[in-house]
């Protein structure tokens, strides 16, 4: 059974830093693109982080670029998202997804079809 569980997300004031986790078991993701996204309340999910097979190719979205940063340990089959200098905006529910098609992902995009494996998210709350 595949399933990604993310882990980290907290309540923090603004300007604070959170480190989010994500493990994937029940297969071996290292073929996979993995993506944060995130769903602020009342809003649709958006990308906010994607990642190549091997971490060498990395896509954020205009609101983080500079302040997060996707990474990924295949041997841990885990991905991670190191978030700094947060705004209230930064508020969501966070999900990590893998795109688990069964073929090689080539290049990491922020589009949510593409991902078919996600978790239950770990929310995020950033106060002024």
């Known amino acids: 059974q595949v399933q990604l569980v993310e882990s980290g997300g907290d309540s923090v004031q603004a300007g604070g830093s959170l480190r989010l986790s994500c493990a994937a078991s029940g297969y071996t993701y290292s073929s996979d693109c993995m993506g944060w996204f995130r769903q602020p309340p009342g809003k649709e999910r958006e990308g906010v982080a994607v990642?190549?097979?091997?971490?060498?190719?990395?896509s954020y979205a205009d609101s983080v670029k500079g302040r997060f940063t996707i990474s990924r340990d295949n041997t841990k089959n885990t991905v991670f998202l190191q978030m700094n200098s947060l705004k209230p905006e930064d508020t969501a529910m966070y999900y990590c997804?893998?795109?688990?098609?069964?073929?090689?992902?080539?290049?990491?995009?922020?589009?949510?079809?593409?991902?078919?494996?996600w978790g239950q998210g770990t929310q995020v709350t950033v106060s002024s």
């Open positions: 997804a893998a795109s688990g098609s069964g073929s090689y992902c080539q290049v990491p995009r922020m589009r949510i079809y593409e991902y078919n494996y």
């Open positions: 990642i190549s097979p091997t971490g060498g190719i990395t």
